[in-house]
């Protein structure tokens, strides 16, 4: 009888989250993750060449204002479509696939652009100096965060973090969480590569970094091609007798 009566042992804390793991331990792992997911993608080393010939008429105090301006925008893309970007999809009847098919033909675009673009124009670079200035960020979101920083690559991948995150309150704020400091830490990197790529280009060297604009520029089409691809290949797995 005095088995029968014994006291129920109290729950532990580790479970009352779903992975049973310390809460700050578990939003280290998800910065991690995060980090290690979209900074391959994102790139802000290997775009800052792309940035720099861009932005090569700018005033150096200007770049990095509209460096500043691009990782706040990519701050707040990756934000938005980690935690509402499948709403959006949804809302609209659009799929992934298509996101990646619409997002690789614009980064073969731009690619393409910039890879048959010549270096001694000078006419052409005073008449945009002279425009440009003026309204220095109207292409700080197009196509200088979008798609060239935050493209359809990492876009696609915060959408499927978010979609894979526990949707219960107390793991959800969690994720939430470590998807602001995940997504913070990726925007201080790309204003430190964008801010400062003309100082990384006086390292490098005239040459060095006209080498390295063309090789970006190179994979950037290959990167959209890759993207346009996986597109495609999912939709055409969707068509019915050739999935299986």
């Keep these: 009888m005095r088995r ?3 006291c129920p042992a109290k729950p532990r804390l580790g479970y009352t989250l779903s992975s049973g793991g310390v809460p700050l331990l578990e939003v280290a792992k998800s910065i991690l993750l995060i980090l290690s997911a ?5 790139n802000p080393f290997g775009g800052s060449p ?9 005033p150096a105090a200007a770049r990095r ?5 691009v ?3 990519s701050f707040v893309l990756l934000i938005a479509s980690f935690l509402i970007g499948t709403h959006i999809l949804h809302f609209f009847g659009i799929s992934i696939p298509v996101v990646q098919v619409g997002g690789g033909l614009i980064v073969i675009s731009n690619g393409w652009d910039m890879l048959k673009r010549k270096e001694d124009d000078v006419r052409e670079g005073n008449i945009q100096k002279k425009v440009n200035l003026q309204d220095i960020f109207r292409n700080a979101f197009y196509p200088l965060t979008l798609p060239l ?4 690559g990492s876009i696609s991948t915060a959408i499927t973090l978010g979609a894979n995150e526990p949707h219960h ?7 939430i969480l470590a998807a602001v400091i995940g997504s913070a830490l990726v925007a201080v990197s790309i204003y430190l590569c964008y801010g400062f790529a003309d100082r990384l280009a006086a390292i490098i060297g005239e040459s060095g970094m006209s080498i390295i604009l063309r090789l970006s520029s190179f994979l950037l089409v290959c990167i959209g091609v890759q993207i346009l691809w996986n597109g495609v290949n999912t939709l055409l797995r969707s068509l019915p007798g050739v999935g299986a």
Excluded: E, K, W
């Design 38 to 42: 979209l900074f391959p993608i994102v």
């Design 50 to 58: 792309v940035f720099l010939a861009l932005t090569q008429d700018y």
């Design 169 to 175: 309150l107390g793991p959800n704020l969690l994720a």
């Design 65 to 69: 204002i509209l460096a500043r301006r």
């Design 71 to 73: 990782a706040i925008n």
């Design 4 to 6: 029968s009566l014994r």
């Design 149 to 152: 920083t935050v493209g359809p």
